[in-house]
């Protein structure tokens, strides 16, 4: 069907991204308030948080977890992010951006803040193979979509013993999951169904020590370290931590392009859903080892991966370790 490859710790789009080097502050715009009500003691104490590298295997033992990732200032610092073998950003409402972070390697002590889901992330999972997704509630209209869909959706309401409030945050940006209470054990790297090539560099690139991405309202930024061997995240003008302090440094960076559209869907204040189309083809950039290479997309079906291919056809390898894909409206 597809090809398969391949802790504690506590970031914000509708409208055309632009793809830079450098960077440039955007900031503000509402954020939606739908969430779910959770219970269970305050966090516990950060925990270390250590790299890991997806080694492909054929076989696994279940589902990845998926966990939606509240990406405003508020919500910041984060936890659970280094843990993450992929993280996606996405555009939602009012020019901002929100995460989805897919464990399938390890799973941290505890992950948040988590928020709501949206419609695009039913498209966005159907590469994995019945995944669990961790969302604190939905639109009314959506929950209908996510219950039909091939995946186990997982709410403070369903399973009100894996989330909990914390105290360090307001409401709604303080909801955080216990991930083993979801799964019990991690998959291991073969749950990554995602068509992901791991392997030596490709040949060819070009030097590139930062790029940007921006939203309406939002912007990431990834400067490369040689001594992290990876590239440091930025958000909003601030580099990204987790909870413990940790910096955030993935060993690949895809900026994939993408169509971006207009949802049926919008929130109470009256904005719409950005639709991020993930099935299709189009032009991305791979960022690894300090080097940016050209790649085109290709996902023919929602069950199928994605694949990147250079201009002759062949995979561009991604390094071992975090991958971030980070979407941004084609022009």
Known sequence: MRCAASAVALAAALATATVTTGCTARHGAAEEQQDGKGHSPA???????LPKTPVPSPEHAGPVLAVKIDNVGAARPQTGLNDADIVYAEQ?????????????????????PVRSARESDLELLRQFDHPTLAF??????????????????RTPDAKPDAY?????????????????????????AGALTTGFHYGPAPAGGRAETSRTVRYPAARFTFTWSAGRHGWQVAMDGRQTVTTDGRKVAPATVVVQHVKVRK????????????YTETV?????EVLRDG???????????????????AADGTDVNFARGQVWVVFTAER
């Open 43 to 49: 966090p516990q104490a950060p925990v270390r948080e």
């Open 291 to 309: 080097r940016v290479y050209d790649a085109t997309w290709k996902r023919p079906s929602a069950a199928d991966g994605t694949r990147f291919t």
């Open 164 to 188: 909990f409030r914390g105290a360090a945050k307001p409401s709604p940006h303080n909801l955080y999951l216990h991930p083993g209470k979801l799964l019990g054990s991690a998959p291991g």
């Open 263 to 274: 949802s049926d869907l919008h929130d109470k204040l009256g904005h719409y859903t950005p």
């Open 280 to 284: 299709g083809s189009g032009k991305a």
């Open 92 to 112: 939602v409402e009012a020019g901002l951006s929100r995460l989805i972070a897919v464990y399938a390697t390890r799973l941290p002590p505890v992950v948040g």
């Open 136 to 153: 604190s509630g939905a639109q009314r209209k959506l929950l209908p979509l996510i219950n039909a869909a091939p995946l186990t959706p």
